[in-house]
């Protein structure tokens, strides 16, 4: 039977793993967690906090215990990740608890105790939304932020962190956060989410002559639509075709920015308890390349109304009421009221 750790020893002086009763143990997992928990304190000694806390948790996936969880904690404690170490100390109390590990919950309890003062917290205020903005969502590094805790103050570990607003029909907001490791108390309030301003293209109505026209029989049909009206259906092939562009740049940014955000939650840059640096990048990398998506997808819906409004222009000019093709630069009328462009 390993030695249990005693709450009055260090934690940093703790080399045996308490092995969970739950379950019979797995004997190559549990001699693989014994690996990367030995290695775990090697390092700890060294000073290599971040290779230490990750063989912990390797070890930990391995084979849950409470005394693994212990290290882990105080590895993270040591990072100056102290709002990470204060959940993994409760995490560890808890399971001890399902161990019968008396000594081993005493010390994880009395550790978050010592540390909940010196946590470094994140308030996020977010305005009354408008009543078009009921589908705005917050997020704090990536993860969406529950409406009940809008306003209130979060534990967070120190480091630079990405707060996001974002609503239905408004741009979205974003605004990056420094916090320091322990002790400070930051509060960002969510900027009023303004109209995303996309509009189709307008057109001048010119006024209908108040001059009376002598009624006419219809134009006989002309089977030659001229040089304007073909010129308007190249204008309008032209236009979808770069519709059909900023579609597909849109879908490209979107596969980039999803492969991206991706890489991120992937070897550990990213996790429940937050992203390293290289993770942080990859996030904001991922971000800056949806909105090029995002751009892109409207201006080729914007092209592409633009093609067909021009192709029913081409088509009304071909067989206008004056039997005459329309040409640019003319004002174009349809049943007394005309729509005035230049292509």
Same mark, same amino acid.
């Given at each position: 039977?390993?030695?249990?750790?005693?709450?009055?020893?260090?934690?940093?002086?703790?080399?045996?793993?308490?092995?969970?009763?739950?379950?019979?143990?797995?004997?190559?997992?549990?001699?693989?967690?014994?690996?990367?928990?030995?290695?775990?304190?090697?390092?700890?000694?060294?000073?290599?906090?971040?290779?230490?806390?990750?063989?912990?948790?390797?070890?930990?996936?391995?084979?849950?215990?409470?005394?693994?969880?212990?290290?882990?904690?105080?590895?993270?404690?040591?990072?100056?990740?102290?709002?990470?170490?204060?959940?993994?100390?409760?995490?560890?109390?808890?399971?001890?608890?399902?161990?019968?590990?008396?000594?081993?919950?005493?010390?994880?309890?009395?550790?978050?105790?010592?540390?909940?003062?010196?946590?470094?917290?994140?308030?996020?205020?977010?305005?009354?939304?408008?009543?078009?903005?009921?589908?705005?969502?917050?997020?704090?590094?990536?993860?969406?932020?529950?409406?009940?805790?809008?306003?209130?103050?979060?534990?967070?570990?120190?480091?630079?962190?990405?707060?996001?607003?974002?609503?239905?029909?408004?741009?979205?907001? &974003?605004?990056? =956060?420094?916090?320091?490791?322990?002790?400070?108390?930051?509060? @960002? +309030? #969510?900027?009023? $989410?303004?109209?995303? %301003?996309?509009?189709?293209?307008?057109?001048?109505?010119?006024?209908?002559?108040?001059?009376?026209?002598?009624?006419?029989?219809?134009?006989?049909?002309?089977?030659?639509?001229?040089?304007?009206?073909?010129?308007?259906?190249?204008?309008?092939?032209?236009?979808?075709?770069?519709?059909?562009?900023?579609?597909?740049?849109?879908?490209?940014?979107?596969?980039?920015?999803?492969?991206?955000?991706?890489?991120?939650?992937?070897?550990?840059?990213?996790?429940?308890?937050?992203?390293?640096?290289?993770?942080?990048?990859?996030?904001?990398?991922?971000?800056?390349?949806?909105?090029?998506? &995002?751009?892109? =997808?409207?201006?080729?819906?914007?092209?592409?109304?633009?093609? @067909? +409004? #021009?192709?029913? $222009?081409?088509?009304? %000019?071909?067989?206008?009421?004056?039997?005459?093709?329309?040409?640019?630069?003319?004002?174009?009328?349809?049943?007394?009221?005309?729509?005035?462009?230049?292509?």
């Amino acid at each position: 039977m390993k030695p249990s750790m005693m709450a009055v020893m260090p934690i940093c002086l703790l080399v045996m793993r308490g092995l969970s009763s739950a379950a019979p143990p797995d004997p190559e997992a549990a001699g693989r967690a014994e690996r990367l928990f030995q290695d775990g304190h090697v390092l700890l000694k060294q000073g290599r906090f971040d290779e230490s806390c990750a063989s912990f948790a390797a070890s930990q996936r391995e084979e849950p215990a409470s005394g693994t969880l212990l290290a882990l904690a105080y590895c993270e404690e040591r990072a100056g990740r102290l709002t990470t170490a204060w959940q993994e100390y409760g995490r560890a109390g808890e399971l001890a608890a399902t161990e019968n590990q008396a000594d081993r919950q005493a010390a994880a309890k009395e550790r978050a105790t010592a540390l909940f003062p010196r946590l470094s917290t994140l308030t996020i205020n977010v305005p009354q939304p408008a009543p078009d903005d009921t589908h705005m969502v917050v997020r704090s590094d990536g993860r969406k932020l529950e409406r009940s805790l809008w306003g209130t103050p979060m534990p967070i570990d120190g480091g630079r962190h990405v707060v996001e607003a974002s609503a239905t029909g408004r741009k979205a907001w &974003t605004f990056i =956060v420094t916090v320091r490791n322990e002790g400070d108390h930051q509060t @960002v +309030t #969510v900027a009023e $989410l303004q109209p995303d %301003g996309t509009s189709p293209p307008q057109f001048t109505i010119a006024a209908p002559s108040s001059e009376a026209k002598p009624a006419r029989a219809p134009a006989p049909e002309v089977r030659d639509e001229g040089r304007s009206t073909r010129t308007l259906r190249g204008v309008g092939w032209g236009l979808a075709i770069a519709s059909a562009a900023g579609f597909g740049l849109g879908t490209v940014f979107a596969i980039v920015a999803s492969s991206k955000n991706n890489q991120s939650n992937a070897n550990g840059h990213c996790d429940a308890r937050g992203c390293d640096e290289i993770g942080m990048d990859l996030r904001n990398d991922a971000l800056s390349t949806a909105r090029l998506a &995002t751009v892109s =997808v409207i201006a080729g819906g914007l092209l592409g109304a633009s093609s @067909v +409004t #021009v192709f029913l $222009l081409a088509d009304t %000019g071909a067989t206008s009421a004056s039997g005459s093709a329309w040409s640019p630069g003319q004002p174009l009328r349809i049943s007394g009221v005309g729509l005035s462009g230049k292509f």
